[in-house]
Structures are given as structure tokens and as C-alpha cells.
């Protein structure tokens, strides 16, 4: 069954509900219904077949839905993209996946357009009252072209930490299984609201903000680009009900003044994904907001959801839950072997929210890959009640002088003092001991410490090897689309 079958169904029982938000422009599921119709006739119009490759580079804007069903209607594959792309990255994405036409905002046409025409694409600009009268002219494809569960609905690009980004295929069974999850383990209904801040061309916001909101006939409201003042302004506002955010955006919220006359009592679940939840973060949102976060955990490679604190089960603060139904984890050495209680090793995940494969990167699939099990390079730890807990990312893992000095335990330290806004902690070259403990500090407004003080801080709590020699203070710590820290952009200071 199509993934666009989210929005049909629900649009024919609830087609005067509103399904999207932005500011005063609220969206009808009749009104997204027809949209997607007509870019359906669009894109048959530039004769995209089932099968054929899409580029939606749009921020999270009314037009991203009714263009991403739209696509999924027509039985086309949706290559999301980051807007913020430049020329080079744009061609890079759209011949690597072979998409034949690309949808992308008129603030960011230049860069699109230069992509587009180097990479022999059809690019379709789409700029508010143009893109209406554009549609307008099509003939509206109501019908939805079915496709088989394992085939490709949407290539999400990883990051590309190591080399290129590889297209992880995600199948229309991979998505509507993570968004049955999803709309379960957050109790949505129709009457939720959901704030749509994490970015739509990213799996955590696409699965569990817009599939899950439109598969349940509730309504998502945007904010195309994240900031603390106007997120308080939304969720008061429309007195958002389910709030999902990475561990930036909440770190944000708790230290921004306008969260002191923000009424957030509509808050029913918050929920945490894309990065490790520091402890003392948690713990400062929901003082605050008295409202709990649920953390999980997934990649783009999972659909993305894999692992969740259930609402029905314990929480365990710094814990990314236990598997979710239908899905098994464990955790592994070099060899598959799985280790024991309590000792680190890397997650593997077997089950139907694991994608096909890396787009036309058969080695690269084999590497993660192994008898039916997904390695993520994720390190983790579990307890006697089958919770797992982050400890870092394989590649993150500094080791100094032989010792073995995991990032994470060191940042959870560093948020714990009063005056750390963020931290990362990244290993720095060293001749005598391979890798030295480096530590990037962002300061809270107002506060100050210096560089040997907090070394102490740390020092007194973790063992020898692991507090960080070099401390630097930056004013902002560079970051991806959905707000992770991008450590591999740290720069050390000479």
C-alpha cells in the first residue's frame, strides 16, 4: 500500500479538519487532498513515471506536504533535500539518486537552479502565489498509483560524516510501520497539535511529526526555521500538545528568557531524538515546563524510530528505552558476538523499520549490513531490564594513550555546571599519546568561567585520563539542519 494512502484516507473522513498550520495559513485535508492531486498531474506533465526519483528541497512550509504526497501519489520516489544546499551539493544529490525533477523554494533558486541544470534535472520553482497558478493549470490525478510494500518510497541522504552522503531507501512498509509505532507510543489523536518544527527532509521530522500527524487527523503546526522565542509564541498560540525536538532545540527552550512567561500547560508529551538527551537538560525542561520528554532513538537508516522510552513502561533518565514492537536490538562486538550486561559495544537492529539498502552502494550496504542485522556504529550499554544506553558514536570514541575516553560521560558532566549553555567534547591530535581530551564550551548568558575552574569542575568526577587537558570557549557550536552538533566541524585552537 502507498504511503500517500496517509493522506487519502484520512482527507476522505476528515476533509474539513485542519491538517496544516502556519501562522494565519491553516491547510484543510481536502485542500492538501486536491494540492497533491494537481503535482501529481505536474509531474506527469514533465513525465515522471512510477519508480522515477524527486527532489522536495522546501523548508517546513504548507507546500512541502502537498508536494511530498503529491510525488508519493504519482508512485514517484521522494529524494528529500536540505534547502540550505549550495550549487555542488544540489547536482551531488540529484545525480546520485537520478532524480528527474526538483521542487525547491524561490528564496533558494539559484543554488537549486544551478544544481538542477548541471545535473539535467527539471527544476520547478515554487514561490507562494506563483506555485498556485502553476498548479492551477495541471489536470488533477486523483487516483494513487499502488506500489508493492518493498518498494522505495523515499531516499533519505545521511549526513556524510565519512566521504559522500549514501541515499538510505526507505520502502512504503519501512514508513507507515514507523509511523504506526510512532502515533502509538505518543497517544496522538485528532485533536492533538503538533509542533512541526524539526525539519520535513529529515526522518525524525517527516515520520514522526508529518506522516504520524496526517495518519491520525490532527493538526501540525510550522515553524520553518527554528528559534526559541517564536517556538513559545507557536506553542502557546496553538497550545501545541505534542512537543518533538532534538536536544539542542530543549537546551535552547530552558535557557531563553521567554520561556518564564511562556504557558505551556497544553504540553501533553515531549519527545527526544537525533542525539543523546544530556541528563541535566531533561531534567531542567520538565522542572520548568512541568512537562516529561520520552527519549528514543534511531537513524535515517531505521525510518528512523528503533528504540523508545514507552510512556506505559519506567523511564530511565539517560536511557533510549527498548526496542519497539516488531523490532529487536543488541549489542555487539567486532566480530557480532553479542557482549555482556553492562559492557560497551555497538547496537545492531533487525526488523521491518530497517531500510532496503544504500541506493546503488552495494559495498557500502554489505558494511552495515550483516546476516539480517543493521549496524548503526552507535556504542551503547545495556541494564538488567534490557534498557539501552548511549555511550557515543563509534567514530567519536577518543582514545588516549590506549585508554579508551567516551565523549558523551564527559558532556554530561559539563551540562551539569551552572555556567555550560552546550558542550562537545572532540579528540585532539597529541605526539606522545595519540589523542588528547578536547573540550568546546558555549556559556549561558550572563555567566562566566574560566578555562582552569572548569577543568577542576570535571576533574574532581571523572577518572584521570578522561577530563579534558584543552578547554575552549566558542559563541555558538556549528550545527546540522535539525540542530545536532556537527563535531567533525569543530575547529581546535592552534
Not at 515553524?223 to 501545541?240: C, G, H, M, S, T
Not at 512567561?261 to 537538560?281: I, K, M, Q, W, Y
Amino acid at each position: 500500500m502507498s504511503l500517500a494512502r496517509l493522506l487519502t484516507d484520512t482527507a476522505s473522513q476528515h476533509g474539513e479538519r485542519t491538517a496544516v498550520k502556519l501562522d494565519d495559513v491553516e491547510l484543510t485535508y481536502q485542500a492538501l487532498d486536491q494540492g497533491s492531486q494537481l503535482v501529481a498531474g505536474l509531474l506527469a506533465s514533465h513525465g515522471v513515471q512510477p519508480g522515477d526519483r524527486v527532489g522536495i528541497m522546501l523548508p517546513n512550509v504548507p507546500y512541502f506536504p502537498a508536494v511530498y504526497y503529491g510525488v508519493l501519489r504519482a508512485g514517484a520516489v521522494v529524494v528529500p533535500m536540505n534547502p540550505l544546499l549550495k550549487g555542488r551539493e544540489v547536482q551531488f544529490h540529484l545525480e546520485d539518486s537520478g532524480a528527474k525533477v526538483l521542487f525547491a523554494w524561490h528564496d533558494f533558486a539559484q543554488d537549486a537552479g544551478k544544481g538542477a541544470e548541471a545535473a539535467g534535472a527539471q527544476l520547478v520553482s515554487v514561490a507562494p502565489g506563483e506555485f498556485e497558478k502553476l498548479l492551477g493549470e495541471q489536470e488533477a490525478r486523483p487516483d494513487v498509483v499502488e506500489r508493492d510494500d518493498e518498494d522505495t518510497a523515499v531516499i533519505l541522504y545521511t549526513s556524510g560524516t565519512t566521504g559522500t552522503p549514501k541515499g538510505a531507501e526507505l520502502t512504503h512498509r519501512n514508513l507507515r510501520r514507523n509511523v504506526e509505532v510512532a502515533t502509538a507510543l505518543f497517544d496522538m489523536s485528532r485533536d492533538d497539535i503538533v509542533f512541526g518544527g524539526l525539519p520535513f527532509f529529515h526522518s525524525f521530522g517527516q515520520t514522526c511529526a508529518l506522516n504520524a500527524t496526517i495518519s491520525r487527523g490532527a493538526t501540525i503546526t510550522l515553524l520553518p526555521r527554528f528559534e526559541p522565542e517564536k517556538a513559545f509564541e507557536v506553542i502557546q498560540r496553538d497550545k501545541v500538545t505534542i512537543l518533538e525536538g532534538v536536544p539542542t532545540m530543549y537546551s535552547a527552550l530552558i535557557n531563553h528568557p521567554a520561556g518564564d512567561t511562556c504557558d505551556a500547560s497544553s504540553l501533553r508529551v515531549c519527545v527526544s531524538g537525533g542525539s543523546a538527551l544530556p541528563g541535566e537538560v531533561l531534567r531542567g525542561f520538565e522542572e520548568k515546563f512541568d512537562a516529561a520528554i520520552l527519549e528514543g532513538y534511531g537513524l535515517s537508516e531505521t525510518s528512523p524510530v528503533a528504540s523508545f522510552n514507552h510512556p506505559d513502561r519506567e523511564r530511565k533518565v539517560g536511557s533510549i528505552g527498548t526496542p519497539i514492537e516488531g523490532v529487536e536490538m543488541k549489542v555487539v562486538d567486532d566480530d557480532g558476538n553479542e557482549v555482556a550486561q553492562g559492557e560497551v559495544g555497538e547496537i545492531a537492529i533487525k526488523g521491518h523499520n530497517v531500510m532496503k539498502g544504500y541506493w546503488q552502494r552495494d559495498d557500502a550496504t554489505r558494511k552495515v549490513m550483516r546476516d539480517g542485522w543493521f549496524h548503526t556504529g552507535d556504542m551503547a550499554t545495556t541494564d538488567e531490564d534490557g534498557y539501552f544506553f548511549i555511550v557515543d558514536r563509534k567514530k567519536d570514541l577518543i582514545i588516549r594513550g590506549g585508554y579508551n575516553v567516551y565523549p558523551r560521560e564527559i558532556e554530561e558532566v559539563l551540562y551539569e555546571h551552572p555556567a555550560v549553555a552546550e558542550a562537545a567534547v572532540v579528540g585532539v591530535a597529541h605526539d606522545e599519546l595519540g589523542e588528547e581530551v578536547g573540550a568546546a564550551v558555549t556559556l549561558k548568558e550572563g555567566e562566566s568561567v574560566d578555562e582552569d575552574t572548569l577543568r577542576d569542575y570535571i576533574k574532581e568526577q571523572v577518572a584521570a585520563y578522561k577530563y579534558p587537558r584543552r578547554i575552549w570557549f566558542v559563541d555558538e557550536l556549528p550545527k546540522g539542519p535539525t540542530g545536532k552538533i556537527l563535531k567533525r566541524e569543530i575547529e581546535t585552537p592552534s
